[in-house]
């Protein structure tokens, strides 16, 4: 049903105009119903509608008319009609359009004579193009040069038809005659694509003759030479050293397109490290110089690609690239960061850390509204910073703290995460560290932050001063004791229901009652006729951050809590002789897990304590009263020793990845070995030399051969016939995201010629073929490679049949071969990836991705049964 055009216009089929309203619509004299009427016709057509009846009405009635867009209908009508029959032969009616066409070839206005030409690039029949071709080369000289540029791509697409070279023998001659005399750039810019299309070796010597002033040239031209360069290199390489000069002269042209076409055309032709350079420095210009977001966004991708292939070079750009983070633009900032660190060395991680310094202070003004993504991506890209090199540590952990009570969560966990690593792996800072966090531990904010923060507290603070400080903060965040008050009437009927216990409370006459902001005041019994519900102390203004967080109902930080102080007081124990010290700080934590758990358990809340948080104080409450030294041990050693653990695991993952990459085998053992010192160096120059060196090189470490995974190409083979077929097929099936390409070869293994071989495809699922089948001819016993695009358009698995169709000369009906179907699983074609924890987490959140599927298995170790879905999903686990 579809038609082959050049116009794609979304059509509601809903209301079809009829053939016969169309036709009224022509007849008359009303222009803007005509143009209506043909834009009708047209969709109609482009639909898989015919409507024969209206062809010879648009010959009588439209053809003559003198409008420009009835005019430019009208082509785009016969564009898409059938010119021929079923046999192939033109039908007798298109005579009247040729001579329409030769007339507006010879027309006095310029418009109608430049779209006519535009038009016979469309046109594939060759017996209606003949007539016309004196009329389309006397428009090459034409005044205006809209017609002349239109007229040469007409004379191009005539040249490259099946039988152009005997309906225009000499068109490539007249075509650099054109060359050398015309002025206007889009037409010098259409006859040097004709003759690099038609007559590759004219556009060459045309290129060397003038080398001089391919600098001058305009734009167009310039990029299309920039093309002739690369085909031209690709098939004879040696030839590389004359052209790389132009494209070096080019790197200083005024456009922008230019100059980035020079930097991939230098890069795709030379690994020579003074080419590569050149080629980095136009793209860190263009990352400055362009505005535009999606372009800065490429350059860096190309930049990206250079840094895998050349990084010892990309790294003495790093500050260059480093600039790209003025953008506000978060994608730009995200991908200049991962470039940028994977090029840090010794030798600037000085420069690249004072500079991201520099951004997260700039991020403090609060301008922006994206400025709290921007600083964790930019604390993320320090503490990467830190762990790589450690000395660079202590300027930025001091810095990095004062963001603890940032109001962008994540950000402030990032940076408790780190100050967590770096106390660790850097023994000198711990005094420094401690001593700021416990400084600046009120103003944390988010209950993530402060179990990490307290957590690092019970572990590192080792010195009689630093435990008393961190127990004396803890305190002084919970602010005073109780969490809440209840007045005596609602006690005393508590204590009716329950059993009396020994610490309940004689209703007086006149007792004192704890106001909200924790002072007593005392109260008679007789000046109040009914008792208040429990109300929670928020405690003075100096009170901290924990309270308030623990007044929400957060009982696991409540549980933190008491780990920590159990943590810190049984550390007092050995490090502080005084037993009067160490005493008053059991009872002031014992007091303190039993107010939490009285919190835990009282109405004031929303929900009540949960079991685990419950257990977690009551077993610190239990340690208090009975302490041996293995319990110690546990509490006080063993918490570090699994952190140490967890870090060092995560530098072997590293490790063993890069140890993975270095072990990939490059060359072959029978490779010939080319021997550079004892070549011919005769007429070479230096950047030619250089790309020798570094050819030989590439060669040695294997970046030539990426794709040769041939042992994998080879399982991806379907037979799609029978070896008894007169016809054989296999397909070689690539998905690359939302493409599947069929590499088809079909093999004739019959002694006679077969005529219009033709592979017809069907497909199931989601899936959608891109192009129309096309006829071959196969020699005897030869074969024929055939390319087909299947789009994709969800992940499910769909199913490709089809058969091919063939003529022999002897027999005069068609043979089918049916072929076997091609099942497309999209299992085979996924690649695991590598993403970090906390961005999953952050997905994850966002998304709620979760499926639950029932699991019926044979398996009964979690692990085994874990690497049985990691192989067969093709996936990764997240963490090690």
């Given at each position: ?17 009829i ?6 619509a ?25 409507l ?30 059938e ?39 469309r ?36 040249y ?18 054109v ?27 045309y ?38 000069k ?62 895998s ?17 003025s ?8 991908k200049?960061?991962?470039i ?159 059993t ?46 924990l309270?308030?967080?623990l ?26 002789p ?8 059991t ?10 758990l ?51 695991e ?26 550079y ?21 590439k060669?040695?470490t ?11 190409k ?33 093999i ?43 789009k ?50 952050t ?18 170790n ?19």
């Amino acid at each position: 049903m579809e038609k082959s055009c050049t116009l794609l216009i979304h059509f509601d089929k809903g209301t079809p105009a009829i053939a016969n309203e169309i036709k009224e619509a022509l007849e008359g004299n009303d222009v803007p119903a005509k143009i209506d009427a043909m834009k009708k016709a047209v969709m109609l057509l482009l639909n898989g509608e015919t409507l024969p009846q209206l062809f010879i009405t648009i010959v009588r009635y439209v053809l003559p008319s003198e409008d420009h867009t009835v005019q430019k209908l009208l082509l785009l009508y016969l564009e898409i009609i059938e010119k021929t029959d079923l046999k192939g032969r033109i039908l007798p009616e298109m005579i009247l359009i040729c001579q329409n066409l030769r007339n507006n070839l010879q027309h006095p206005n310029e418009y109608i004579r430049g779209v006519t030409l535009r038009f016979l690039c469309r046109l594939n029949e060759a017996e209606i193009i003949e007539p016309l071709i004196p009329s389309v080369l006397q428009n090459l000289e034409h005044r205006h040069p809209f017609i002349r540029r239109n007229a040469i791509l007409a004379v191009m697409s005539i040249y490259k038809l099946p039988q152009g070279e005997q309906l225009l023998v000499d068109a490539p001659e007249m075509i650099e005659k054109v060359l050398s005399t015309e002025q206007d750039p889009s037409a010098k810019r259409n006859a040097f694509l004709m003759l690099f299309n038609c007559s590759h070796d004219r556009a060459i010597t045309y290129l060397l003759t003038h080398v001089d002033r391919v600098s001058e040239w305009g734009e167009l031209l310039q990029m299309v030479v920039l093309e002739l360069i690369r085909k031209v290199c690709r098939t004879n390489r040696g030839e590389k050293g004359k052209y790389i000069k132009i494209i070096i002269s080019l790197l200083n042209a005024p456009s922008t397109a230019v100059i980035y076409e020079c930097a991939g055309t230098l890069v795709s032709l030379s690994s020579a490290p003074t080419a590569i350079r050149a080629a980095a420095n136009t793209y860190c210009q263009l990352l400055l110089s362009q505005s535009d977001n999606n372009v800065k966004l490429i350059v860096l991708d190309r930049l990206n690609e250079l840094k895998s292939s050349h990084s010892d070079i990309m790294v003495d750009l790093v500050m260059d690239v480093l600039r790209a983070l003025s953008s506000p633009n978060l994608d730009i900032q995200r991908k200049t960061l991962d470039i940028v660190l994977e090029l840090v060395t010794p030798r600037n991680i000085n420069e690249v850390v004072l500079l991201l310094k520099k951004e997260v202070m700039k991020t403090q003004s609060g301008e922006l509204e994206k400025n709290g993504e921007y600083r964790q991506m930019l604390i993320q890209a320090i503490h990467s910073c830190a762990i790589k090199f450690p000395e660079v540590a202590s300027t930025v952990v001091h810095l990095m703290m004062d963001f603890l009570g940032d109001s962008n969560v994540a950000s402030a966990i990032d940076v408790i995460v780190f100050v967590r690593e770096i106390i660790e792996t850097n023994p000198k800072l711990r005094v420094s560290i401690i001593t700021r966090l416990l400084d600046t531990f009120y103003q944390i904010r988010a209950s993530r932050v402060c179990s990490c923060a307290l957590w690092i507290i019970g572990e590192y603070c080792l010195s009689p001063s630093e435990v008393e400080s961190g127990i004396a903060t803890i305190k002084q965040c919970l602010g005073e004791l109780p969490f809440y008050s209840v007045s005596e009437e609602a006690e005393a009927i508590d204590a009716s229901k329950k059993t009396p216990q020994s610490n309940s409370i004689t209703v007086s006459s006149r007792r004192p009652a704890i106001l909200a902001d924790g002072t007593y005041a005392t109260q008679s019994a007789a000046s109040e006729t009914a008792f208040s519900p429990p109300t929670i102390v928020q405690g003075s203004l100096t009170s901290g951050n924990l309270r308030s967080l623990l007044l929400t109902g957060d009982f696991f930080l409540s549980a933190v809590v008491a780990c920590t102080l159990t943590k810190l007081v049984l550390r007092l124990e050995e490090v502080q002789p005084s037993k009067v010290e160490v005493n008053k700080a059991t009872t002031q934590a014992l007091l303190i897990f039993v107010s939490l758990l009285q919190l835990g358990q009282s109405p004031v809340l929303p929900h009540p304590i949960d079991n685990d948080s419950y257990d977690r104080i009551v077993l610190c409450i239990r340690l208090f009263c009975n302490t041996g030294d293995e319990i110690r041990k546990i509490w006080l050693q063993s918490c570090r020793q699994s952190f140490v653990k967890m870090l060092s695991e995560k530098q072997l993952q590293e490790t063993e990845e890069l140890k993975a990459k270095a072990q990939v085998s490059h060359a072959q053992p029978d490779d010939l070995i080319d021997f550079y010192h004892l070549k011919s160096r005769k007429g070479m120059s230096q950047l030619e030399l250089e790309d020798e060196v570094q050819d030989d090189l590439k060669r040695a470490t294997g970046e030539f051969v990426k794709d040769a995974d041939d042992a994998n190409k080879l399982n991806r083979i379907l037979q799609l016939t029978g070896f008894s077929d007169p016809v054989y097929a296999e397909a070689y099936v690539t998905v690359h995201h939302y493409d599947i390409v069929l590499d088809i070869t079909v093999i004739n293994r019959t002694r006679e010629t077969l005529q219009n071989l033709c592979l017809e495809l069907a497909t199931m699922g989601d899936l959608k073929l891109v192009e129309r089948p096309q006829n071959y001819t196969v020699a005897p016993e030869s074969s024929k490679q055939i390319k087909v695009n299947i789009k994709v358009s969800s992940t499910e698995t769909g199913v490709i049949f089809g058969n091919i169709i063939y003529e022999t000369s002897n027999v005069l009906e068609r043979t089918v071969v049916v072929l076997n179907d091609i099942h497309i699983d999209i299992m085979d074609y996924i690649s695991p990836a590598v993403c970090m924890d906390t961005a999953f987490r952050t997905m994850w959140a966002e998304f709620e991705w979760e499926n639950k599927v029932a699991v019926n298995t044979v398996i009964k170790n979690e692990k085994e049964f874990l690497d049985h879905i990691i192989k067969s999903t093709n996936m990764k686990c997240l963490t090690a």
